[in-house]
C-alpha cells in the first residue's frame, strides 16, 4: 500500500493583464496582501488574445508575470482564484478612466503555481483536460518540465508559449529548487 505524502511547496504566481498601468499597480500591491512578498516581476508585454477580451478589457493588453515567495502549499489554488476574481470585481466597480468608457473588466487575474516538473494554472472554465478542485474552479498544466527543458501542450495559451513566459517559469522552478532542503528535490536537472 501506498503512503500518503504531504505536498512539496510550490511558487505561487499571477498573470497581471490590463491595458492600465494604474490596474496592474494597484492589483500588485493587492496581491502582496495574500501571497506575500514579490520574488520577481516580468516587464509588461503586449498581450495578443485575437481579439478575445477586446469588447470587456480594451485593446493594447498589457501582461506582467508575477512571482512570490515563500514557496506555499498548492491546496490553496481554488482559493486564489477565487480571490483574485473578487479583485478583479473590486477593481472594475471602483475604476473610472476619463478616456475609455467604463469597460466591464479593466482588470485580469490569472493565479497559478510553479513546480519542479509543470506550470498549473486556475481556472473557471470546465475542458477535458482540466480537473475540478472546488467551488467552480478547475485546475490545468499548462507547461511540462521534460527532457529539461519546458514543453507545451495543445490547449496551451500562445503567450504561455513565448521565450519570456518560459524563462519566468523556469526561474520560479530554480527559486523552488533553493527552497527544498536535498532530499526534496526531484531528479529534474
Same mark, same amino acid.
Given at each position: ?109 490569472? %493565479?497559478? #503555481?510553479? /513546480? +519542479? ?12 483536460? &482540466?480537473?475540478? !478542485? ?23 495559451? %500562445?503567450? #504561455?508559449? /513565448? +521565450? ?12 523552488? &529548487?533553493?527552497? !527544498? ?9
Amino acid at each position: 500500500m501506498a503512503h500518503r505524502r504531504e505536498p512539496i511547496p510550490v511558487v505561487p504566481i499571477v498573470a497581471v493583464i490590463s491595458r492600465y498601468q494604474e490596474a496592474r499597480d494597484w492589483a500588485m500591491t493587492r496581491l502582496t496582501e495574500r501571497f506575500g512578498e514579490i520574488a520577481e516581476c516580468s516587464e509588461p508585454q503586449a498581450f495578443e488574445a485575437s481579439g478575445y477580451y477586446d469588447r470587456e478589457m480594451g485593446e493594447e493588453l498589457q501582461k506582467q508575470f508575477v512571482r512570490f515567495q515563500p514557496p506555499t502549499d498548492p491546496v490553496k489554488l481554488a482559493t486564489w482564484k477565487i480571490w483574485t476574481n473578487q479583485l478583479e470585481a473590486e477593481f472594475a466597480a471602483q475604476f473610472v478612466s476619463p478616456a475609455v468608457p467604463a469597460e466591464s473588466r479593466p482588470l485580469n487575474l490569472d %493565479p497559478g #503555481y510553479v /513546480t +519542479e516538473a509543470k506550470l498549473v494554472l486556475a481556472t473557471t472554465k470546465d475542458r477535458d483536460h &482540466r480537473i475540478y !478542485l472546488c467551488d467552480g474552479i478547475y485546475a490545468e498544466v499548462t507547461l511540462s518540465y521534460t527532457g529539461r527543458r519546458w514543453t507545451s501542450h495543445r490547449w496551451t495559451y %500562445p503567450d #504561455y508559449r /513565448t +521565450e519570456l513566459a518560459i524563462a519566468f517559469v523556469e526561474r520560479c522552478r530554480l527559486q523552488l &529548487r533553493e527552497h !527544498l532542503p536535498g532530499w526534496q528535490r526531484k531528479v529534474l536537472e
